[in-house]
């Protein structure tokens, strides 16, 4: 009998080692450091997953990756919303830094070549109305997401503003919080402009600003156009680190993550 128990509390702790090291696997996840600063490929990583097509603009024939967390999240509220004849579709999601260096520098030459006289501090802060220096974009985390449309205009009317609503008022539920929410409504007062659309899954987000706060500086800020400017915009701080207050205490808010 006592041999029986040996056994099986050996078989447990056994168990226990190779699931440790099956979640340890260098492939399951980026380190930290090189996750919130967009430095992998996500096909590399088993965390993270290729977005369904019928959950994305499916025109455009664009395949998306989200982590998986965050996906089943997302899936989980499309179907919700869908019952509420509310249609939710995405149209970016992770977007590591090569992909977001390519957006940031076609802006910036654009802006450029509209006015040659502008300095890399006014074209990059005129770029950050919207989109995030790379290095510095939460979609980089494969946690946020961008749903039906990024044009304000869409979500102030109509259809549009139906959708925003819906957010606003279910996102909670499947762990989605909005972290560039109006500026002038007491839940931040600077940084990027409102984005209806801007949606990130929290139980994961919440824990990568974190990391970020603590242990990104502006020397890993670096490898694109107006780098070098990042420090005098205080793009950490009034932009990485300015979201949503709801988004910022969302641990104090859902105790159960
Ligand atoms: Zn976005």
Redesign the pocket.
């Known amino acids: 009998m006592q041999k029986q128990l040996i056994f099986f509390i050996l078989l447990a702790i056994l168990i226990q080692i190779s699931f440790a090291f099956s979640s340890n696997n260098s492939t399951y996840e980026p380190a930290k450091k090189d996750w919130v600063l967009g430095m992998y490929e996500p096909q590399d990583f088993s965390v993270f997953k290729n977005v369904p097509q019928n959950l994305t603009n499916y025109e455009t024939g664009k395949l998306y990756m989200l982590h998986q967390d965050a996906l089943h999240a997302f899936e989980r509220m499309h179907l919700k919303a869908k019952k509420d004849n509310v249609t939710l579709i995405l149209i ?1 999601a992770l977007r590591n830094f090569p992909y977001q260096k390519r957006i940031w520098e076609a802006k910036f030459q654009q802006i450029k070549n509209g006015d040659p006289l502008k300095t890399d501090e006014q074209i990059a802060l005129e770029i950050m109305t919207y989109s995030a220096m790379p290095t510095t ?3 980089h985390w494969g946690t ?3 749903i039906n449309s ?1 044009e304000p205009e869409y979500f102030e009317s109509g259809q549009g503003l139906i959708e925003y609503n819906w957010l606003k008022k279910n996102a909670k539920r499947f762990g989605f919080c909005q972290p ?1 929410s109006p500026k002038n409504d007491g839940s931040r007062d600077r940084g990027y402009n409102l ?1 209806q ?2 949606w990130s899954y929290m139980p994961i987000s919440y824990y990568l600003l974190k990391y970020y706060r603590d242990n990104i500086n502006y020397h890993n800020i670096q490898g694109f156009s107006g780098s070098q400017d990042a420090s005098k915009i205080h793009s950490i701080e009034d932009y990485v680190l300015s979201i949503n207050k709801e988004c910022l205490n969302w641990k104090q808010v859902h105790e159960s993550y």
């Open positions: 970016s974009s939460r979609h946020d997401m961008d990024v560039y984005e659309w801007h």
